[in-house]
């Protein structure tokens, strides 16, 4: 589990193809790999990676097919930069929301409008997504969590302050680009439940 509040910004070392649809990544992120081994979480722009090796500040995670459809992972370049946060502790503040890191789908930014002290920032999401998101609630952007300003009916508004534009890939994304989206998973459990209907009478 994560919380959205991105640790630090590391760097695509390399990308191979290791056969079939599935990849291997390498990225540089001196925190993140400061106390990583073999089989912890990262999240990379978002998506929930397991540590395969790690070798100084770099640390490798494979990326299997079903992630390269389902996120923006697979356009990463060498040198392109990369949010990253290692996996929350239980004894951790829980800065943002819960975070699973696993990605719902693929947005895109369709608009940029800055402000005095902050930046007003519009993205495009599958319409399968719309119905879990809702103004003041909670979405996860790149690994970012980050509070819905407005809403319409493909797409949603946010308001993202100096710090995250600094600290984040956020900052230097433009029109057009990518962005990798996961809505609040308490949404969809409670869609799920009300799907289900009422519970027999006497079944606890």
């Not at 699973?100 to 519009?122: F, K, L």
């Not at 993205?123 to 790149?142: C, H, M, Q």
Request: hydrophobic fraction near 40%; include cysteine.
């Amino acid at each position: 589990m994560f919380t959205g509040i991105v640790e630090e910004l590391g760097e695509v070392v390399r990308t191979t193809e290791t056969g079939g649809d599935s990849a291997l990544v390498a990225i540089r992120g001196p925190l993140v790999t400061s106390d990583a081994r073999h089989g912890d979480s990262i999240a990379v722009n978002g998506v929930c990676l397991t540590v395969v090796d790690v070798d100084g500040d770099v640390f490798t995670a494979d990326v299997m097919g079903e992630t390269l459809r389902r996120s923006a992972l697979g356009a990463l370049r060498p040198g392109d930069p990369v949010n990253l946060e290692r996996a929350a502790a239980l004894n951790s503040r829980l800065g943002g929301h819960i975070v699973q890191g696993h990605v719902d789908g693929v947005g895109e930014i369709i608009s940029r409008e800055p402000a005095a002290q902050w930046e007003t920032v519009r993205f495009r999401l599958p319409a399968a997504l719309s119905r879990y998101v809702v103004e003041k609630g909670s979405i996860t952007v790149d690994g970012v969590s980050l509070t819905v300003a407005e809403v319409g009916d493909d797409w949603f508004a946010v308001g993202l302050i100096p710090t995250t534009l600094k600290l984040t890939t956020l900052g230097a994304k433009g029109v057009g680009d990518p962005v990798n989206l996961e809505v609040d998973v308490l949404a969809k459990y409670v869609e799920r439940l009300l799907a289900s209907g009422p519970r027999p009478d006497g079944d606890r």
